[in-house]
C-alpha cells in the first residue's frame, strides 16, 4: 500500500504527539476513534511524534496495529478502536512529565482532590463518578497524574473515556451522574459532563468494592500510604524509580491515607464524606 492511500490521525496527549497512520478507504472508524480521543485530537502532529501503524490484512484477523517494532491482529473494528484507544494513551502516559503517575480516580472539592488509587475491578471508576452527585467535580477516573510543587501533589484532569460494566452504568444513572456516551459506537465508554481543574491532593484513599464484606475504613502509614501510589504506578520514561518514591514519600509525609472496603456505592460515599468532611447533599 503506498503512502498516498493512507492517512494520518494526529493527537496530544498530556504533551505527548501521536500519530496514527492508517488506510484512507475502510475509513469509518477514523470518526471513531477521533470520538472516543475527544479533546485530545489535534489538526496536524507536531514532530517530533511517536507514530501507531495500522494496516488492513486479508487474513482471519485482519487489522493490523505496530507500534516500536512490535505488531497485534485485531478481529474487528471494535477491537481496534478498544487497542488503539489503550495504546495511544499508554504512549502519552509514557511520555508525561509529570512527577508520578498511577492507577488512580480522582474528584476535587472547595479546593480539594481526593484521590483514590486502585487497580482495574476494584470499584474505583463507579465510586469516583458517583461523587459528583455529591457535588464534586471529577478530575479523573483512572489515570492519576501528580505533580509535587514544593510539598504538594497536585492532580491534573484527565478526560480518558471511562470505561462502564452496565451495572456501574445503572448505579450511576439511579444518582443522576451526567454522562457522555455511548462514546464512538462502543457500548462501555463514556464521558463526565464536566470536568474539574488541576487540584492539591487532601486525601488519599484506596478503594476495594466487596459486597459480602463489612464497611472498613483504615487509616494508613506514611509508608504504607507511599508504597500503595509506588505499587500502582504507571510506567514513565522521563522519571526515575529514584524520583517516584521520593515523590510518593513526600505526597504520603503531608497527605492522610486510608484503605477503604465498602459493600456498596452509598456506604462508600458516606464513608468518603466523613473522611473529606464533606456534607453529603
Known amino acids: 500500500m503506498s503512502d498516498l492511500d493512507m492517512i494520518d490521525l494526529a493527537f496530544n496527549v498530556f504533551g505527548q504527539p501521536i500519530v496514527v497512520r492508517a488506510p484512507a478507504q475502510h475509513s469509518d472508524w477514523h470518526a471513531r476513534l477521533r470520538d472516543l480521543m475527544g479533546p485530545y485530537n489535534t489538526p496536524r502532529a507536531m514532530q517530533p511524534a511517536e507514530l501507531i501503524g495500522v494496516e488492513l490484512m486479508d487474513d482471519d484477523l485482519p487489522w ?18 478498544q487497542h488503539l484507544e489503550w495504546r495511544i494513551f499508554s ?14 480516580g480522582a474528584a476535587a472539592r472547595e479546593g480539594k482532590a481526593v484521590l483514590l488509587p486502585g487497580e482495574s475491578g476494584s470499584g474505583k471508576t463507579t465510586l469516583t463518578l458517583a461523587l459528583a ?28 473515556c471511562c470505561h462502564l460494566s452496565a451495572d456501574s452504568l ?8 451526567a454522562l457522555q456516551g455511548p462514546i464512538g459506537g462502543l457500548p462501555e465508554y463514556f464521558r463526565q459532563a464536566a470536568q474539574g481543574r488541576a487540584t492539591p491532593i487532601g486525601w488519599i ?14 487509616r494508613l502509614t ?3 500510604t507511599a ?8 510506567r514513565q520514561m522521563n522519571r526515575t524509580v529514584r524520583e ?27 464513608a468518603l464524606a466523613h473522611i473529606t468532611g464533606a456534607a453529603t447533599p
Open 64 to 81: 493490523h496495529v505496530t507500534y516500536d517494532k512490535y505488531t497485534s491482529m485485531l478481529a474487528n473494528e471494535d477491537q481496534l478502536l
Open 91 to 104: 504512549i502519552g502516559v509514557l511520555h508525561a512529565s509529570a512527577t508520578l503517575s498511577l492507577h488512580a
Open 133 to 160: 452527585s455529591q457535588g464534586w467535580q471529577i478530575l479523573t477516573d483512572d489515570i492519576g497524574l501528580i505533580d509535587v510543587q514544593d510539598v504538594t501533589g497536585i492532580v491534573r484532569p484527565c478526560a480518558r
Open 170 to 177: 445503572r448505579q450511576l444513572t439511579a444518582k443522576q451522574v
Open 205 to 218: 484513599v484506596t478503594p476495594r468494592y466487596a459486597p459480602k464484606e463489612e464497611l472498613s475504613l483504615t
Open 222 to 224: 506514611q509508608a504504607e
Open 227 to 234: 508504597a500503595l501510589m509506588i505499587h500502582g504506578g504507571l
Open 244 to 270: 517516584q518514591w521520593a515523590a510518593a514519600i513526600t505526597i504520603a509525609s503531608h497527605i492522610p491515607g486510608y484503605r477503604l472496603i465498602f459493600p456498596s456505592l452509598d456506604a462508600g460515599l458516606v
